[in-house]
């Protein structure tokens, strides 16, 4: 805990979260591979209707696990308003299909190779190496489930996007404990 702790101060010292993509924003385009392989843009999903677009780290958290539950819980209620629900995070395509199968998720999991996308919305850190210590030895091997060397994360994020492509509710926090609850995200949608 006294890692986590550390970590979590020194990332907001950064202003991280601060420096997220705020309320008003332009959110940037993207097309990035679902969990089934096929690929998904925001243009696309705009088109639709509005967009209520998670950002998580992988499938080996236990409170990015919990919260796609509870998002998944609150899916019909996204979809009565008219709006669709996607997660990105930076594991493989086959990760985030182990993790929709295993959890029976019914939106797509969008594979953020490299954090490209979680990069332009300004919610990319480093993991420090005490912390990649610590998931070593948990067994968690972020550049196996990431397909790449970086380990780098996104921080938890949680936006709405209106089919003119603003922001119109942002959530981000340094603390990967801390998440948007989804009765806030359906009230932004209400």
Not at 5 to 12: E, I, N, S, T, Y
Not at 181 to 187: S, T
Request: net charge negative.
């Amino acid at each position: 805990l006294e890692v986590h702790a550390r970590v979590m101060a020194g990332l907001k010292a950064q202003g991280l979260a601060a420096n997220s993509l705020a309320l008003g924003s332009q959110a940037p385009e993207f097309s990035l591979p679902d969990h089934n392989g096929n690929m998904v843009s925001l243009a696309e999903l705009l088109r639709r209707g509005r967009l209520v677009l998670c950002f998580f780290r992988g499938r080996w958290d236990p409170f990015c696990c919990g919260q796609m539950e509870a998002m998944n819980f609150a899916l019909s209620a996204i979809e009565q308003t008219g709006a669709s629900l996607v997660a990105i995070s930076p594991q493989t395509v086959k990760q985030s299909f182990f993790m929709a199968d295993q959890h029976q998720l019914r939106f797509p999991l969008l594979s953020d190779a490299g954090n490209q996308v979680a990069r332009q919305f300004g919610l990319v850190y480093r993991v420090p190496d005490e912390q990649q210590a610590i998931y070593r030895r948990a067994f968690v091997n972020l550049p196996f489930i990431n397909g790449e060397e970086s380990w780098e994360l996104p921080i938890p994020a949680t936006y709405v996007i209106d089919r003119d492509g603003t922001v119109v509710f942002a959530s981000a926090d340094e603390d990967y404990t801390d998440r948007a609850e989804p009765a806030d995200v359906l009230r932004s949608l209400s």
